[in-house]
Each structure stands twice: as structure tokens, then as C-alpha cells.
Nanobody
Framework: QVQLVESGGGLVQAGGSLRLSCAAS????????MGWYRQAPGKQRELVAT???????NYADSVKGRFTISRDSAVNTVYLEMNSLKPEDTATYFC??????????????WGHGIQVTVSS
């Protein structure tokens, strides 16, 4: 089984920075991508940033230029550097591991979520 453990969240004032980390462990098959999603109260979960195994990245328009995703493949850890934070970034952030099992089934693995709160 795959476990994803997030860390680094907290409370920060607008304009500040936070760095999230997600460490993956367990039985990890072929990795398609790792990344971050977020969900604000009463809102749908949305993609924030992802990185494929080939290091291709994509970002939500709302975070482009402010957030940076990176990965240390050797330790199955993905990071999200968040700068110039805005109150609208307040959400629970979920680490995601998109992988394919040996028989070809794609599965999305999720962390428990970590809170990021940005005060105005």
C-alpha cells in the first residue's frame, strides 16, 4: 500500500511563504506524476501543481509565477514552494501520487491533507 505524508503547512500572513513536503512510501509502481491539489471549504478540489516522471510540470493559472513544484525522486518526495501567498490560497492541500499498476490500472493516491491558512 502507498502512504503519502504531508508536512510544512501552517498559518502565514498574506505575502508570506510556505514550503510543503510530501514523502511517499510503500509499494510504488510506475509513477505517472506527483503533485498537489487543494480544497477550500465549500469548494471543489482543484489541481495546484503536478510534475510527471519526465519532469514536465503544470500549474493552475491562479498560482503560476508564485508556486514552484519540485521532486527528489531518490526519496520519493515532492515539494511545493509557495510564495506571495494570498488569502484565496487558504485550503487543505493534498499530496497526490498518480501511478500505474503492473497490470495497467491507473490509481490516484492521496495524502490526508495539510492545512494552509493565509491571513489578510
Amino acid at each position: 500500500q502507498v502512504q503519502l505524508v504531508e508536512s510544512g503547512g501552517g498559518l502565514v500572513q498574506a505575502g508570506g511563504s510556505l514550503r510543503l513536503s510530501c514523502a511517499a512510501s510503500g509499494t510504488i509502481f510506475s509513477t505517472n506524476s506527483m503533485g498537489w491539489y487543494r480544497q477550500a471549504p465549500g469548494k471543489q478540489r482543484e489541481l495546484v501543481a503536478t510534475m510527471t516522471s519526465a519532469a514536465t510540470t503544470n500549474y493552475a493559472d491562479s498560482v503560476k509565477g508564485r508556486f514552484t513544484i519540485s521532486r527528489d525522486s531518490a526519496v520519493n518526495t515532492v515539494y511545493l514552494e509557495m510564495n506571495s501567498l494570498k488569502p484565496e490560497d487558504t485550503a487543505t492541500y493534498f499530496c497526490n501520487l498518480d501511478m500505474t499498476r503492473p497490470w495497467g490500472t491507473r490509481i490516484m493516491n492521496w495524502g490526508h491533507g495539510i492545512q494552509v491558512t493565509v491571513s489578510s
